[in-house]
Structures are given as structure tokens and as C-alpha cells.
């Protein structure tokens, strides 16, 4: 059976009113409304609407050699001996707008160091994004404290600031809310229900490179906001991160514990050491492929969001793909991920998976978010773990396990597809072809369904 050809008065019709005063300069082929319905899908054998390639990750700029050679021949390749990571964190804090920044080894670092600072100490219980890289959770069991989730809000994929308020505890210390794909969180709601409960406010930004909340960048809006620099990343080095804070004793603070503790800046010097810590530190070599890689941020963001602006107002007009709506207050997003909703209830109930895999045939590359990880084994894992048993109650333990249900997050999980951000780095031909491509499988759903 072939797929239904939708006529362009039953397309208008699936389509919201609003659209339609954009829909009248584009092709037919973006409506889904029958252009592709006479061609065979890529993965039923016929021919793949994207036939190119796409930007690779990262960007080598060459311009960058001779410093790097010049630095590993000095064998100053620590950040006690050199100067390229203090001259990074200055430009990085410059860049972003905020008072001091903390060079960290990593994203993972940067986020632990950020807890300690803070004082999320053992047993105690910190409210946390389920829709997340597993990194943000990991940070928190560092700490030997709880992580408690707080619901996914499912249209904009981010911490509901609205479903705090019922996740606090007496141990609850803090909040890390994470502006996941870059796409900025509702600041000023969990600022508030963390004043109102004198609760310490963490950002995960580790994908919020120069993104905007009433036009303030993330990661300057809250106590402190941690960045990484990982190889996938905007501003990519191998491995990397930062903290970014405009107290400067937290600051301090921040520098000392990651720095085996040793007392730094304005902290009362000590003999021996008076404080933990541990070698979170950014290595020479990092903070100089930082500096190069960092020239092209800018330029490459206005190219991301200039693509993702386009794809959203051409892919909401395929009938069940919905792009992701940006939260009260956000201002500017950097699309660590290009992400949209999939509605399989209107592809003929075609599994997600199905769908990207007909996607991936006609050569786009997409994939699904992430997992339902508030379900993964890490949580028994380390809740029957001896340490866990010491610190935290039967009872509590099985509330959190009670609580443990997120109908927002699950949904996001069920529903989302991601491009990754180097696709957005590329043509408008291109972002054409990931438009078609959907629009495609939309047409011959039916076929897709039977396979
Ligand atoms: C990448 C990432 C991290 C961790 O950063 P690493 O540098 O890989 O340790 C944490 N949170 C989020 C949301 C991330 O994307």
C-alpha cells in the first residue's frame, strides 16, 4: 500500500494557523504534502536524499602550532610553571561575563570541585536534572550524597522549576540545574525556590557555551556554573573544564580544593594543609588549544543557531515533528544537540528507532536523547553499597525508589531526536536535505510501518 497523498489543503489543515503565512514561500517538498510519496525510502533500497558529507569535529587551526611546540619543548607543561592556563581563565571569564574562572580537568572536576566548594557533604541530598549526561549524577555520588530528581518538563526538555518545591528534604543542600543541548533552564524560578530555602544553586553548562537567559550567559547566573571542554564539545581539548563564580571566596575556595587544598588568594595562609582537596588542575597543553579553539566560538554559535532557527520553523510544519520550546526567560541557545520531538502516533506508530534508522539511511545523520537513566543500575548500585546503608535510611531509600517515577523525563526520552552540532555547522542545502529527509519518511510512513 502506498502512502497517502496528503493534498495541500489536508496538510494546511494538520498544520497550526499560524504557520501558514510562513508556509507560502517554500517548496511543497517541506510539507510533507506528496513530493516524496512516488520515492522509495533509502532503507527500503531506494536513494538517499543526502548524498554529501558533513563538517567533522573538531577543528584543527593550524595557526596554533607554534606555541604548542615552543611549550612542550620548554617541558613547562604544568600550570605551576606556565602561564597559559591563568591567561585562558581570564579570557574565558572575560568571554562569558563573569568576575573569576577555574581551570578544571574536566567537566566531571569541574562539577566536583563546584560541590565541595559549596559544602554538599555525605548524606546529604542534591536535587538534580534526570535529562542529563550521566556525568552531572556521577559528580553527586562523588560526594556520597543523594541525587533527587526533579521532573523533566516535557516541552522544553529542562528542569521544571515549578516541581522543586515538593523534592525537598531537610538534607537537601543544593540544586544543579543542567541546560541540556544548551538550551538555558527557567534561572529565575530555581533561584527562587532556592532563596526561599537557603539552598546552594549549581549550573550545569557543560553544553551552554555562550548561551543566554535574559541575555546573561549561562553559567554566571547561579552560586556557580561548571563548563566542559571535552573533545565533542564547542570549545573542544581533549579533555578540560571550568567553574565560573563572581564571589571571591567561593572562588578561592574553589582553587584551593582543587589544588590538594592548598590555601589560595585571600584564604588565611597555613602551615601544612588545613583543608581536603584533591589535582583537579588544567594542564598547559589543554589551556593553550583552549585559547585557539576558542576563536571560533562565537562565529560558529551565530552559524548553529542561524540552522536550528531554520530547521524548527521548516520541521514543525511535518506533521508530528515538534521542535523543542525554549523556557521562560531563555534568550539564546547553542545546541550542543539539535533536538525535536517525534510524535510516532502520526508516523502510523513507527518505533523511534525505526525512524531514525530511515533517517540515517537517507544520510542524516540523527540519533536518539538520552535514556531513562533514573532507572539505571548505578542507583542500587551504590544504594546497597556499604556506605550508602550507613548514611541513608531504609525508609529514605525507599521513598526516593517511590518517587522514582517522571512521567515528563520518560516521555522526553520516548519522543526525542538529536542532530549534533557539527551538522549545524553546515549548509543551508544541507539543512534542506535533513528537512526533506524527515519529510520523506513522513510520506511513506505506511511503507516504513509494514517493513
Ligand atoms: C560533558 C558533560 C559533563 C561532563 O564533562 P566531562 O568534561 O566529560 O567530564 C557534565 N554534564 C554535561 C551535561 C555534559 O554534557
Redesign the pocket.
Given at each position: 500500500m502506498k502512502a497517502r497523498k496528503f493534498t495541500r489543503r489536508e496538510v494546511i489543515a494538520t498544520t497550526s494557523a499560524g504557520a501558514i503565512g510562513t508556509m507560502i514561500n517554500w517548496p511543497l517538498n517541506t510539507l510533507g504534502s506528496g513530493t516524496f510519496a512516488k520515492e522509495k525510502l533509502a532503507v527500503l533500497g531506494g536513494e538517499k536524499v543526502h548524498k554529501g558529507t558533513w563538517p567533522s569535529w573538531p577543528v584543527w587551526d593550524q595557526t596554533a602550532e607554534k606555541e604548542i611546540v615552543d611549550m612542550l619543548r620548554s617541558g613547562r607543561w604544568w600550570r605551576g610553571n606556565g602561564e597559559y592556563v591563568e591567561i585562558f581563565e581570564k579570557k574565558y571569564a572575560e568571554l562569558m561575563g563573569a568576575k573569576r574562572c577555574l581551570a578544571t580537568a574536566?567537566?566531571?572536576?569541574?562539577?566536583m570541585t563546584a560541590m565541595e566548594t559549596l559544602g554538599v557533604d555525605a548524606g546529604d541530598e542534591v536535587l538534580v536534572s534526570p535529562y542529563?549526561?550521566?556525568?552531572?549524577y556521577n559528580?553527586i555520588f562523588f560526594h556520597k550524597a543523594l541525587p533527587v530528581f526533579v521532573d523533566t518538563d516535557p516541552e522544553t526538555f529542562l528542569m521544571n522549576p515549578a516541581k522543586i518545591d515538593e523534592k525537598i528534604t531537610d538534607r537537601t543542600v543544593a540544586i544543579v540545574p543542567?541546560?541540556?543541548y544548551g538550551l538555558p533552564v527557567d534561572m529565575d524560578g530555581v533561584n527562587k525556590v532556592a532563596k526561599a530555602h537557603n539552598l546552594k544553586v549549581i549550573e550545569?553548562?557543560?553544553?551552554a557555551w555562550l548561551a543566554e537567559y535574559r541575555g546573561k550567559k549561562t553559567g554566571t547566573l547561579a552560586d556557580l556554573g561548571?563548563f566542559?571542554?571535552?573533545n565533542?564539545?564547542h570549545i573542544p581539548a581533549g579533555?578540560?573544564?571550568a567553574i565560573l563564580g563572581n564571589d571571591d571566596d567561593v572562588m578561592d575556595r574553589a582553587n584551593a580544593i582543587h589544588n590538594c587544598g592548598r590555601p589560595y588568594g585571600k584564604m588565611k595562609p597555613v602551615a601544612g594543609y588545613p583543608y581536603r582537596g584533591g589535582n583537579f588542575r588544567m594542564q598547559q597543553s589543554q589551556a593553550l588549544i583552549l585559547l585557539s579553539q576558542m576563536k571560533r566560538i562565537i562565529a560558529d554559535n551565530d552559524k548553529r543557531l542561524e540552522n536550528a532557527l531554520y530547521l524548527d520553523k521548516k520541521l514543525k510544519e511535518i506533521p508530528g515533528i515538534i521542535p523543542v520550546k525554549p523556557a521562560s526567560g531563555a534568550t539564546r541557545a547553542v545546541y550542543?544537540l539539535y533536538p525535536f520531538r517525534y510524535k510516532k502516533e502520526v508516523f502510523n506508530n513507527v518505533p523511534r528507532e525505526k525512524f531514525i534508522n530511515a533517517l540515517v539511511a537517507e544520510g542524516i545523520p540523527a540519533t536518539g536523547g538520552y535514556g531513562k537513566q533514573n532507572k539505571d543500575l548505578l542507583f542500587e548500585e551504590a544504594f546497597n553499597s556499604r556506605g550508602y546503608k550507613r548514611l541513608f535510611s531504609e525508609a529514605r531509600l525507599k521513598k526516593w525508589r517511590d518517587e522514582n517515577s517522571l512521567p515528563g523525563n520518560d516521555q522526553v526520552c520516548d519522543e526525542v531526536v538529536t542532530i549534533y552540532q557539527s551538522n549545524l555547522l553546515a549548509s543551508k542545502a544541507d539543512m534542506d536535505d535533513i528537512v526533506n529527509a524527515v519529510s520523506k519518511v513522513y510520506e511513506n510512513r505506511a511503507e516504513l510501518a509494514k517493513s
Amino acid at each position: 500500500m502506498k502512502a497517502r497523498k496528503f493534498t495541500r489543503r489536508e496538510v494546511i489543515a494538520t498544520t497550526s494557523a499560524g504557520a501558514i503565512g510562513t508556509m507560502i514561500n517554500w517548496p511543497l517538498n517541506t510539507l510533507g504534502s506528496g513530493t516524496f510519496a512516488k520515492e522509495k525510502l533509502a532503507v527500503l533500497g531506494g536513494e538517499k536524499v543526502h548524498k554529501g558529507t558533513w563538517p567533522s569535529w573538531p577543528v584543527w587551526d593550524q595557526t596554533a602550532e607554534k606555541e604548542i611546540v615552543d611549550m612542550l619543548r620548554s617541558g613547562r607543561w604544568w600550570r605551576g610553571n606556565g602561564e597559559y592556563v591563568e591567561i585562558f581563565e581570564k579570557k574565558y571569564a572575560e568571554l562569558m561575563g563573569a568576575k573569576r574562572c577555574l581551570a578544571t580537568a574536566s567537566g566531571t572536576t569541574a562539577l566536583m570541585t563546584a560541590m565541595e566548594t559549596l559544602g554538599v557533604d555525605a548524606g546529604d541530598e542534591v536535587l538534580v536534572s534526570p535529562y542529563t549526561f550521566i556525568a552531572t549524577y556521577n559528580a553527586i555520588f562523588f560526594h556520597k550524597a543523594l541525587p533527587v530528581f526533579v521532573d523533566t518538563d516535557p516541552e522544553t526538555f529542562l528542569m521544571n522549576p515549578a516541581k522543586i518545591d515538593e523534592k525537598i528534604t531537610d538534607r537537601t543542600v543544593a540544586i544543579v540545574p543542567v541546560h541540556i543541548y544548551g538550551l538555558p533552564v527557567d534561572m529565575d524560578g530555581v533561584n527562587k525556590v532556592a532563596k526561599a530555602h537557603n539552598l546552594k544553586v549549581i549550573e550545569d553548562a557543560c553544553q551552554a557555551w555562550l548561551a543566554e537567559y535574559r541575555g546573561k550567559k549561562t553559567g554566571t547566573l547561579a552560586d556557580l556554573g561548571c563548563f566542559s571542554f571535552q573533545n565533542s564539545k564547542h570549545i573542544p581539548a581533549g579533555e578540560g573544564g571550568a567553574i565560573l563564580g563572581n564571589d571571591d571566596d567561593v572562588m578561592d575556595r574553589a582553587n584551593a580544593i582543587h589544588n590538594c587544598g592548598r590555601p589560595y588568594g585571600k584564604m588565611k595562609p597555613v602551615a601544612g594543609y588545613p583543608y581536603r582537596g584533591g589535582n583537579f588542575r588544567m594542564q598547559q597543553s589543554q589551556a593553550l588549544i583552549l585559547l585557539s579553539q576558542m576563536k571560533r566560538i562565537i562565529a560558529d554559535n551565530d552559524k548553529r543557531l542561524e540552522n536550528a532557527l531554520y530547521l524548527d520553523k521548516k520541521l514543525k510544519e511535518i506533521p508530528g515533528i515538534i521542535p523543542v520550546k525554549p523556557a521562560s526567560g531563555a534568550t539564546r541557545a547553542v545546541y550542543h544537540l539539535y533536538p525535536f520531538r517525534y510524535k510516532k502516533e502520526v508516523f502510523n506508530n513507527v518505533p523511534r528507532e525505526k525512524f531514525i534508522n530511515a533517517l540515517v539511511a537517507e544520510g542524516i545523520p540523527a540519533t536518539g536523547g538520552y535514556g531513562k537513566q533514573n532507572k539505571d543500575l548505578l542507583f542500587e548500585e551504590a544504594f546497597n553499597s556499604r556506605g550508602y546503608k550507613r548514611l541513608f535510611s531504609e525508609a529514605r531509600l525507599k521513598k526516593w525508589r517511590d518517587e522514582n517515577s517522571l512521567p515528563g523525563n520518560d516521555q522526553v526520552c520516548d519522543e526525542v531526536v538529536t542532530i549534533y552540532q557539527s551538522n549545524l555547522l553546515a549548509s543551508k542545502a544541507d539543512m534542506d536535505d535533513i528537512v526533506n529527509a524527515v519529510s520523506k519518511v513522513y510520506e511513506n510512513r505506511a511503507e516504513l510501518a509494514k517493513s
